[in-house]
């Protein structure tokens, strides 16, 4: 068989998880990190990255309502997706998944943004008329009482949801690393670090995606940029990087010194297979750089230009490298036989069902709707802090 060494069963050639179960994992880890972010300002106080606050909770809301989307297309019925709700199965995890989503998009991140917004709603509902009236007299429901004590239980109870939230993005994302760490199987998955690791490198990537996001709408709307606010989630993301890092190399280290009956076969697919996507990409390109340059802003004086450029390339990276971990956890993990023997490779299509093509605009639909939400409701900070000489770009 083409693309095919030593002995494979015909069953273990084809790969059943393509690059849409690489996507899902990569979009639930990025709202979990947005939530994160946006829980440092509200939870923890941190009023430096408070201008970066309404755009997570935009961006996490905007990438869970896409998150179940390559699921779906990856399902022969999707339409059965919905008896995971209706006939519930507390032993599978992904059943699960459907009540912590619910759980974690209704009753969390809905209801937060709400809290939080329903002032702004409350003023343009009054001083607009026609439809945009209509619209936002809707998403009032009703409540138009801006007085100080209903403010103050607004901003009391959107706490309290928040400090809610923060486990419930934990388990949104952790249970990802827990259905790959629990297939015993597989030695490539089954680590009780899988979750960790997958948690922490969610962190990372919603980080740095709206640290990614913040920066540009501020270069598109022509506005300045506050390096108090990007210098902040910089260094938190710095923090973030060095523990997921970590965690990485600690899995690594274990398995290297245990060196089981799998670890031959798993060496060479790591030296053969998977050494692009994994030594090139996820640990060259997509860690140790961009950790370098994350590192040497922290030990280092720039130019608040220069520093942009460092952030900026490094969240890139830092995203490849995400997306990177995800592919080879997932494809790599497919890539071997159970009998450590055989190993085979992965032709992903384009305008397949799976292909290359759904994946891109797959992605592109979270960013149609988060334009969509910045339109409804902006993030933007109405009374930015005063510019100071090397605070703002």
């Known amino acids: 068989m083409p693309g095919v060494d030593g002995f494979m069963y015909p069953n273990e050639v084809e790969l059943q998880w393509s690059v849409l179960i690489v996507l899902y994992p990569f979009i639930t880890g990025l709202v979990a990190g947005a939530f994160i972010l946006a829980s440092l300002e509200r939870v923890f106080m941190v009023e430096a990255v408070k201008p970066t606050y309404r755009l997570a909770l935009l961006t996490a809301l905007a990438f869970l309502l896409v998150a179940p989307l ?3 297309m990856h399902l022969g019925h999707p339409e059965r997706s919905f008896e995971m709700l209706f006939t519930p199965h507390t032993s599978s995890a992904m059943a699960m998944f459907g009540f912590v989503y619910l759980w974690y998009l209704m009753v969390v991140l809905v209801v937060e943004i709400w809290l939080d917004y329903r002032q702004d709603l409350v003023l343009t509902w009054r001083s607009s008329t026609g439809l945009k009236r209509l619209l936002y007299g809707v998403l009032t429901l009703g409540s138009d009482n801006l007085s100080d004590a209903s403010l103050r239980i607004d901003d009391k109870v959107g706490r309290i949801v928040t400090i809610i939230g923060i486990p419930s993005a934990f388990m949104l994302h952790g249970y990802v690393g827990f259905i790959f760490g629990s297939i015993k199987a597989n030695p490539w998955w089954s680590t009780p670090m899988m979750p960790i690791v997958f948690l922490f490198s969610a962190i990372v990537s919603g980080i740095a995606m709206v640290l990614l996001l913040y920066i540009l709408t501020a270069k598109l709307r022509r506005v300045a940029v506050d390096m108090l606010c990007v210098d902040t989630v910089a260094r938190y993301l710095f923090y973030a990087f060095i523990v997921d890092f970590s965690l990485e190399m600690i899995d690594l280290i274990h398995r290297i010194y ?10 060479f697919m790591v030296k053969t297979r998977l050494f692009t996507s994994q030594i ?15 590192a040497a802003t922290q030990l280092a004086t720039f130019a608040v230009r220069a520093r942009l450029r460092m952030y900026v390339t490094a969240i890139v990276l830092t995203l490849v490298g995400i997306f990177a971990m995800r592919w080879n956890v997932d494809i790599g993990g497919q890539l071997f036989s159970k009998s450590f023997l055989g190993y085979t490779s992965y032709k992903m299509g384009f305008a397949t069902r799976e292909g290359l093509l759904p994946a891109i ?4 639909v979270p960013f149609g709707i988060l334009f969509v939400l910045v339109k409804l409701l902006p993030p933007w900070d109405p009374a930015p802090r005063s510019a100071t000489v090397s605070g703002r770009v």
């Not at 605009?361 to 592109?364: D, I, R, S, V």
């Open 280 to 294: 090139i990409l996820q640990i060259g390109l997509g860690t140790l750089v961009p950790l370098a340059l994350l």
């Open 70 to 72: 390559p699921l779906q």
């Open 361 to 364: 605009l797959l992605m592109l």
């Open 258 to 267: 245990e060196a089981d009956e799998s670890f031959r076969a798993l060496d």
